[in-house]
């Protein structure tokens, strides 16, 4: 199979993930393509799925994120699909995690699952959110391996349907 992993990212954190979960793909043995979104709208549309991802800013996607999604729409409805985000850190503390829930909460990548699957792309249950420690990064320890890891989970759902 082949993937197209598109990312905006504006402190390189979003970029980060979507290079784990390209390398992913490439040692599960399959083809993949990056799309740095803020660099190009370019994309191919001979992958068989598609994971897109973007920094959460004030509870949204990027706008370049959304205008991609909508042109993705087009070439992978009917195709399996997948999002993912960088968020701020949930706090471990709940009266901290209730007061933060407002930012973090139904966050980009569940905008984006939404969005992809109005617009018929197959999208997969889980959202990857990836945590950042402080405003702008670093990703939070282990968010490489969870990504990888996410990626795994992606590809055996996609082993699992098929006839
Ligand atoms: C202007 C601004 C607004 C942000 N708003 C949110 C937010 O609403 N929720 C959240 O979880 N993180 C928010 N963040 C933190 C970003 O999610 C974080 O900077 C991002 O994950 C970094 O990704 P990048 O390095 O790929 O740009 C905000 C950051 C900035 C600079």
Known sequence: MKGIVAFDSMYGNTKNVAEAMAD???AQGHEVAIVNIGQTLKFDDDGDFILIGSPTRMKQMTFRTKRFVRKARKKYAGKPGAAFETTLRVPADPAERQKASKWID?????KIKA???EGGIKMY???LRAEVVGT???LMPHTLERSREFVR???DSLEAERP
């Open 153 to 155: 989970r992606f590809l």
């Open 115 to 117: 969005m992809a699957e």
């Open 24 to 26: 992913e793909i490439r």
């Open 136 to 138: 702008y990064g670093p």
């Open 125 to 127: 249950g889980e959202v």
């Open 106 to 110: 139904n966050a980009a990548g569940d």
